[in-house]
């Protein structure tokens, strides 16, 4: 696992859409078909990082308490499985029921995606406004693997709160850290 931080993609960027078949019911999902009426979070996660692992509860409770106020989610899977397996799309299925994700649960076979996201680590937030800015790019919080700070939810949170109630949102925000993606290898 190599240990790697968000690479910050600059605030006020445009989401930009996709077009990503939905591990969780088999249809393919676009950008708009996950959009929240105040907000939308796209988190690039994987079924093995130990980082994901270790945040996955939090992540869920943070889409469960603010979905039903109008933040849409899903998650996105970038890694190459044919050098990963265990991140495949039968094995996201499986991840997503385990954990009973309520949200989608997208496939980026192409990577697409994640290079138009400038994604770069699991996992890896994006929260943008109802105008598809992008308002948070950063950690969910402090607690790391092996750290013994609890895991909490507070930087991601703060960030959710900020655009619901029309607060300010720190613009100082600390990137995520987590393992890499599993970029494929370009054949020469």
């Known amino acids: 696992m190599a240990k ?3 690479t910050m993609l600059p605030l006020g960027t445009t989401a930009m ?3 990503l078949k939905d591990t969780n019911s088999n249809d393919w999902v676009s950008l708009s078909d996950v959009r929240g009426s105040k907000g939308t979070l796209i988190v690039f996660i994987c079924n093995h990082c130990p980082y994901v692992h270790h945040v996955i509860d939090e992540i869920i409770m943070i889409a469960n308490d603010y979905r039903v106020q109008g933040i849409g989610i899903a998650m996105i899977s970038s890694n190459d499985a044919n ?3 265990q991140d495949g ?3 996201m299925t499986e991840f997503a029921f385990e954990h009973a994700f309520g949200f989608p649960y997208l496939y980026d076979e192409t990577q697409l995606t994640a290079k ?5 680590c699991t996992p890896d937030f994006f929260l943008f406004d109802s105008q598809d800015l992008l308002t948070y790019r950063g950690q969910l919080d402090d607690s790391r693997p092996g750290n013994n700070i609890p895991v909490s939810g507070s930087d991601l949170r703060s960030a959710i709160d900020g655009l619901l109630y029309n607060r300010v949102i720190n613009t100082v925000q600390r990137p995520s850290i ?3 993606i599993k970029w494929k290898k370009i054949s020469s």
């Open 178 to 180: 987590g393992c890499n």
């Open 4 to 6: 790697t931080e968000s």
């Open 116 to 120: 138009n996201y400038d994604a770069a």
């Open 83 to 85: 050098t990963y397996p």
């Open 89 to 91: 799309p039968e094995l």
């Open 17 to 19: 859409d996709f077009y």
